[in-house]
């Protein structure tokens, strides 16, 4: 099963957390090599990044940002989905033999809107009027409330903003991101 995904560069990754990553390619389909016009798939064991130390479990995405590939973790203290310890960003590495994650503590002049289902986008802070470098997200992992969560990579610092003051509001659809065209 496919837990997340983002499309770099005209190939589709995806992964799931226990068999690595997998890619689909769809520049192949118009090739004269492929007459029957399939996408090509590679898999490759890349394992997910490992957790910092006293947290014991994350939330992941996927993140495609200036034709590089991100993943960004939310990470929590014990196994308390309402305790947000950090949040770490780790950009793809293709360079190497090996493809593998490496920690990043700026993602330039963008911001990532992580979705509830395990949908991402970035956007481009300074053309929104945004900080750049932070991460937006819907803290509502246990409770359908409203608060946004703003993280800031640059100074490892989260600020909570309630949406709405409505005790007891029960939201029939989660918050989505609409995100201008580039």
């Known amino acids: 099963m496919i837990t997340f995904m983002a499309s770099v560069q005209g190939k589709i990754y995806s992964t799931n957390l226990t068999k690595g990553m997998c890619t689909m390619d769809f520049s192949s389909c118009n090739s ?3 007459p029957q016009n399939h996408p090509t798939f590679q898999k490759f064991n890349v394992p ?3 957790l910092p130390k006293g947290v014991s479990m994350g ?3 996927l993140v ?3 034709d590089k590939l991100f993943l960004v973790t939310t ?3 014990g196994f308390d989905l309402n305790n947000i310890g950090t949040v770490e960003v780790h ?3 293709f360079s190497s033999t090996q493809a593998c994650w490496r920690s990043v503590h700026d993602i330039g002049d963008v911001v990532f809107l992580l979705e509830g289902t395990n949908m991402a986008a970035s956007c481009s802070a300074s053309a929104l009027g945004l900080k750049a470098n932070q991460i937006f997200f819907m803290k509502d992992v ?3 409330d409203a608060d946004l969560c703003i993280f800031d990579l ?3 610092t989260q600020q909570i903003t309630r949406v709405h003051h409505h005790d007891n509001l029960i939201l029939w659809r989660k918050p989505f991101w609409i995100v201008p065209p580039s």
Request: glycine letters at 0%; hydrophobic letters at 35%; charged letters at 25%.
């Open 32 to 34: 004269t090599t492929n």
């Open 48 to 50: 997910l990044a490992n």
């Open 59 to 61: 939330r992941h995405w």
């Open 64 to 66: 495609e940002s200036q």
């Open 75 to 77: 990470c929590f203290v």
């Open 91 to 93: 950009r793809m590495d």
């Open 142 to 144: 246990m409770d359908a």
């Open 154 to 156: 640059e100074t490892n």
